[in-house]
């Protein structure tokens, strides 16, 4: 029997005239979309950040046994950095996930996917073909939630 | 500087439930919201090739020169939005990759991140250390729209 998740985006901003959060461009804009996700398994963790560890948050070969086929093998991956900005704002709070087992904070560092800032949050398919690793720039606990829904054809 | 609100939804029906049954016994409602400091904005709607490289575009989606001379965590950067508009049902899947410009459906490949399905969308930072790259498995015009917010600090 099919399983079903719901997501929905919105981006919306006010025009840049705009007394209070003025947005980038001269219109409004408001951007929003829908879909319904066919899922199996869920895995849901808060992850602990540690310091001086690069730490594994998804390893691939736990979800699929043949190959990682585009289109077939493959979830859905939700991210959100749950700590808070400090009174002077700096990076240590700062959550870098990336696709391989090491330091991942270089500039130009071309195995780096993104940098959440406190309380920002990502939502993206992940094809199981690479691992996905966090690199925390200072030790917190309770720091990233993620949320994984793989996919229904994953095999 | 302007500033844009995203707000994702995930939500689902307990496994019990008679239409849209979810993956877990018990309901799912998970809301995030943001306000996110940016500057520029561009969008587009790209044409996507089964053999990658093609079109004006050139499988590039997004050249992370454009933005930023040095990838740096935590500074530079950009939000990004992509979403797979062909028509639910029409069997065209379109490869998100980074690195280099190469072909991004063998199984297991390395660089690609990962594949969006019809309708299917993401949202996430992006660091501009690497070029957001794509491919398809055919050909079909207007295919791809992609959003990039850049983050406010960006040099």
Known sequence: MAKYITTTLSITSNAYTATTNPGPVSSPLAISVTDLLDVTAVESKVVDMLTTTHELIWDASEYFTTNADFGVDGGFLYFRNLLSENTTPDTLHDIIIGNADEDLDAVDEANRIFTLQPGEFAWMPWDMTMDIYCDPQETNAGALETILFVRTTTT | ?155
């Not at chain 2, 390395?110 to 491919?135: I, K, Y």
């Not at chain 2, 729209?145 to 983050?151: A, C, D, L, P, Y």
Request: with cysteine.
């Open chain 2, 1 to 155: 500087m302007g500033v844009i609100k995203p707000s994702l939804t995930l939500t689902a029906n307990a496994s019990t439930a008679s239409s849209n049954a979810g993956p877990l016994s018990v309901a799912l409602s998970l809301s995030a919201t943001d306000s996110l400091a940016v500057t520029k904005v561009q969008s587009k709607i790209l044409d996507v090739f089964g053999a990658h490289a093609s079109g004006d575009s050139g499988g590039i989606l997004w050249d992370a020169s454009d933005y930023t001379a040095s990838g740096e965590a935590g500074t530079d950067g950009a939000f990004v939005y992509i979403k797979n508009i062909t028509a639910a049902g029409s069997g065209r899947n379109i490869m998100i990759g980074a690195a280099t410009l190469e072909n991004l459906s063998g199984n297991g490949e390395a660089d690609r991140l990962f594949t969006l399905q019809p309708q299917e969308f993401a949202f996430f930072p992006w660091d501009c250390t690497v070029d957001l790259n794509f491919d398809a498995n055919g050909d079909t015009t207007n295919a791809l729209e992609s959003w990039v917010f850049v983050r406010t600090g960006t040099a």
